[in-house]
């Protein structure tokens, strides 16, 4: 790995994405209209086991993660680490700076949670897509749908299955976030339907500036 000037740029923006999207879930949280689908499914399931977001998102990851070293190796990078530790620990964060801080309470008014409901979406969308095309990596959830793509690619010789690929796994941890009590609504079906065309535009815009790798 040579470490340059564009190396350095996208790692740091790589490493504001990742918190970025930490704070947009912990917004998210607030809202109570769920949070993006891997989130959800992960707020569920840690709350089974009694354990911290931050932590089980970690442990998932690291479980996910020995999946896609054998996939694809080069999707694993500086950006796979930061996914993995920072948001779940910096959703984590925000949410104590929101309630024991700023004591925001637990149940806002629909109008307060409807007016963040819109900037809140597009931060994390943002966010998300600007991480996973920084060409430092991704964690391993986001990288399942792109190796099975590129699989997919090379068997047939076509394009084109990112977005269902990516929709399917979205909505199987939505399903699964719903069953463990996760944090699952409005904002969860827009998470769905939105994330998969955001990270394609993003990732076409990054390659016109020549930022990135993916």
């Known amino acids: 790995m040579k470490i340059t000037k564009k190396w350095i740029q996208t790692f740091f923006l ?15 949280v607030l809202t109570q209209m769920g949070t ?3 989130s959800s499914m992960n707020y569920g399931v840690s709350r089974t086991v009694h354990m911290s977001f931050g932590t089980y998102q970690l442990l998932f990851n690291l479980v996910l993660l020995v999946a896609v ?4 190796y080069r999707l694993i990078g ?3 680490v930061g996914n993995m530790v920072l948001v779940g620990y910096a959703a984590d964060f925000f949410s104590w700076i929101w309630s024991d801080v700023c004591h925001i309470p637990a149940d806002l008014s629909l109008g307060v949670r409807l007016l963040i409901l819109l900037p809140t979406l597009l931060i994390f969308v943002t966010a998300a897509a600007c991480y996973m095309n920084s060409g430092h990596g991704m964690a391993p959830y986001d990288a399942v749908p792109f ?12 394009s084109g299955f990112f977005r269902p690929l990516r929709l399917s796994l979205d909505l199987l941890a939505t399903v699964i976030g719903y069953f463990t009590g996760g944090e699952v609504g409005l904002m969860t079906v827009l998470m769905v339907i939105l994330l998969a065309p955001t990270v394609e535009f993003v990732g076409k815009q990054f390659q016109n500036i020549g930022i990135g790798n993916q």
């Open 14 to 28: 790589m490493l504001g994405s990742v918190i970025m999207m930490g704070f947009g879930v912990s917004l998210l």
């Open 36 to 38: 993006d689908p891997c």
């Open 69 to 72: 070293l054998i996939g694809n």
């Open 78 to 80: 500086t950006g796979t």
């Open 147 to 158: 190796i099975l793509s590129n699989k997919l690619e090379k068997a047939t010789g076509k």
